[in-house]
């Protein structure tokens, strides 16, 4: 008996060592950081095997990392870890100062927990993660970034590399401040290879993050407009973007698309190897519609089994990586051919009507890549349908991009266009010629807003119909698929 219980009550062990294996030490942790330890159990009676940061994802023998923001102290959250089963809670120096009467409190509940202070929380969790990273020395770590494809391209590199080696990576986009190091907490010995996307929504973040991975390889996809109300310029993207390789030595190698007009800048000054990638390194390329996209690399004919001209580009980064780390063309070949799409990214749900999802997340560049494959996708039968809505957090450049979404949304050929959103509807509304198409717009994206747009696609969609809904995540335009199949999309 260890002298807990489930809820994570009891004393320390100080008899004899704990049979559980904790991620990092004591003094591991301590040391990462340069944190107190307030109260709590001796070395040999700390351990803990999993790290949240949402106390109703804490297991028992899980460490707890509150994060504070502008409008929430996850120090509250705290009892409710707790009763979860936290064995390791780190807390702001702060916290510990103003309210150390309540850390004892809670310690006095539950013994076996040990309470560490650290001067900001969110910068302990990275701290932590960027340790415990260091444990691996083995570990071949893959990091990826760009204004989109980053979640699609790790997807790929993963189900690639999975033909020869033990590869990790992010859970869906967990690529942030605090999901990056989440995410690469799920690392293990056995892992071979670590494949993780790396996102940023401000200056200075990829920095941070990059930081906690070091990767030894580093991909970049594009240098879009995604985020460019908040960093103000492709110039400045560009910049956050290349922090990725920021603790490049000399055996690492950087990816750069060939195709992009910020190639040259990315390249300049990075340690290490850069590989440029693209449609140079393939012939015979050939669109199969919604089934994927066929090509020749390396000898051989491959099928990608995603659409669309971007995720085609995304897979020519996974080729490429895969290419430098020695796999075979067999290998890349069965491990591409096995992906499988992502909710919301170039998914295909087939049925009398098909139902084309690329809701996840929307900028310009992606919009214009999307509208341009609705464009040029042929039917045999049935008619093109379209719903598109607002691309977030573009700033003063939102109006002008959305207006240039409306003039190539025409240029479909759908029949029934459907504009959600304030930004969206607004550009609609100004756009006053849409012959002989059909096009409604909607200022909201509320349930009701909503249900209206399923009861206009339900009284016009027919069998053989292909509808394409693109949109910024927030709009959450997969609800109108899930009430149209009248199953969970």
Not at 41 to 56: I, K, L, W
Not at 282 to 294: A, I, N
Not at 326 to 344: A, D
Not at 461 to 478: P, T
């Amino acid at each position: 008996m260890d002298g807990r219980t489930s809820k994570g009550k009891g004393v320390c062990n100080e008899l004899q060592p704990f049979t559980q294996t904790s991620l990092l030490s004591q003094i591991e942790l301590l040391a990462a950081t340069d944190g107190t330890l307030v109260l709590g159990c001796p070395e040999e009676g700390f351990y803990f095997t999993s790290v949240a940061t949402d106390s109703r994802s804490v297991v028992a023998g899980g460490m707890f990392i509150p994060l504070v923001g502008e409008f929430q102290d996850g120090h509250s959250y705290i009892p409710a870890a707790l009763q979860q089963g936290a064995t390791v809670v780190l807390i702001n120096k702060s916290f510990a100062a103003t309210s150390l009467d309540v850390v004892k409190g809670w310690h006095s509940e539950y013994p076996s927990t040990s309470f560490i202070a650290v001067d900001h929380t969110m910068y302990g969790l990275q701290a932590a993660a960027a340790a415990y990273v260091k444990k691996f020395p083995q570990l071949i770590s893959i990091g990826i970034t760009g204004s989109s494809g980053k979640t699609t391209t790790k997807e790929i590199l993963a189900s690639i590399l999975s033909t020869r080696y033990q590869v990790v990576m992010n859970q869906g986009n967990l690529n942030s401040e605090t999901g990056l190091p989440l995410s690469v907490f799920q690392i293990r010995p056995h892992h071979q290879v670590g494949v993780f996307e790396l996102g940023m929504n401000r200056r200075g973040e990829m920095a941070e993050i990059a930081g906690v991975l070091s990767p030894k390889l580093g991909v970049i996809t594009n240098i879009g407009t995604a985020h460019i109300g908040i960093l103000g310029s492709r110039d400045a993207i560009a910049q956050e973007k290349k922090e990725i390789f920021s603790n490049f030595t000399s055996d690492s190698i950087a990816f750069i698309p060939e195709m992009d007009s910020y190639k040259d800048f990315l390249k300049e000054g990075v340690a290490g190897k850069s590989v440029e990638y693209g449609p140079s390194m393939v012939t015979s390329v050939s669109t199969l519609g919604l089934d994927g996209v066929s090509f020749q690399f390396e000898g051989i004919t491959m099928t990608l089994p995603l659409p669309g001209k971007v995720n085609f580009y995304n897979a020519l980064a996974g080729l490429a990586v895969a290419r430098e780390m020695g796999l075979s063309p067999e290998e890349m070949k069965r491990g591409l051919e096995s992906v499988k799409p992502l909710f919301g990214r170039s998914q295909v749900i087939r049925g009398d009507v098909t139902y084309i999802q690329d809701c996840y997340n929307a900028n310009p560049d992606s919009m214009e890549t999307a509208l341009e494959f609705f464009a040029d996708l042929e039917l045999a039968a049935g008619r093109k349908v379209l719903v598109i809505g607002d691309m977030l957090e573009l700033g003063a450049a939102s109006a002008a991009a959305h207006q240039q979404a409306i003039a190539q949304a025409k240029k479909t050929g759908a029949q029934l266009m459907i504009f959600l959103g304030e930004a969206m509807a607004q550009a609609a509304c100004e756009t006053r010629d849409f012959g002989s198409q059909r096009a409604i717009s909607f200022p909201g994206k509320d349930e009701r807003t909503i249900g209206e747009v399923v009861a206009i696609l339900s009284e016009y969609l027919q069998k053989d119909d292909v509808i394409f809904l693109k949109a910024s995540r927030g709009m959450g335009l997969e609800r109108i698929t899930t009430a149209l199949r009248g199953v969970e999309a």
